[in-house]
């Protein structure tokens, strides 16, 4: 089987964990009180074994790129899962890169705060070691190796290549 097939089924892959992930868990900071008590628990759990300020308490920034995932990319999910899973369709290359470029961003923010922020005052569990940075950091960082491998396959993939149109002479 070639690479880049692979590549595509786990990109689909990725797509469709998504959506599960997103409706479960990762909106609830933006619906408290609309969870059943063990989703909530779950994410209670994760928050405070991990350390995560992000999800206990979402700063005004954060809210927004849950918002743009809930509102946005969650509708984008099954048919980008759709597009690799069936594989060569030229027509997602371009919503790809807009999705992977903005994943990629956001990412690269979470994991500057979770990195570079002075958490000694701070009201949530929120990591104060360097072990406890990049523990928490290796729960973000796939995110964006899997976005920058979306975005390097479709620029460079000769399966998602723009059609060039020939000019009429």
Partial sequence: MAAPRVLEWIFAFYFLIHVP???????????PGVYPAALTDALTWYATKFKDPLVVNPEPWFQCF?????FLQL??????????????????????????????????????HILFT????????????????L?????YAPFLAISLAMLLFVLF????????????K
């Fill in 118 to 133: 002075d958490f000694s005052n701070a009201k949530v569990p929120s990591p104060q070691t360097l072990q406890e940075r």
């Fill in 66 to 70: 849950l918002y743009c995932e809930g």
């Fill in 21 to 31: 992930i997103t409706l479960l868990f990762n909106l609830q900071p933006l619906l």
């Fill in 75 to 112: 509708f984008f999910f099954p048919v980008a899962a759709y597009a690799f899973w069936k594989g060569n369709c030229k027509w997602i290359r371009t919503p790809v890169i807009i999705y992977a470029t903005h994943v990629t961003t956001t990412v690269v923010a979470c994991l500057a």
């Fill in 157 to 168: 993939s000769s399966a998602y290549k723009p059609v060039e149109k020939k000019k009429k």
């Fill in 135 to 139: 523990t928490l950091s290796a729960f």
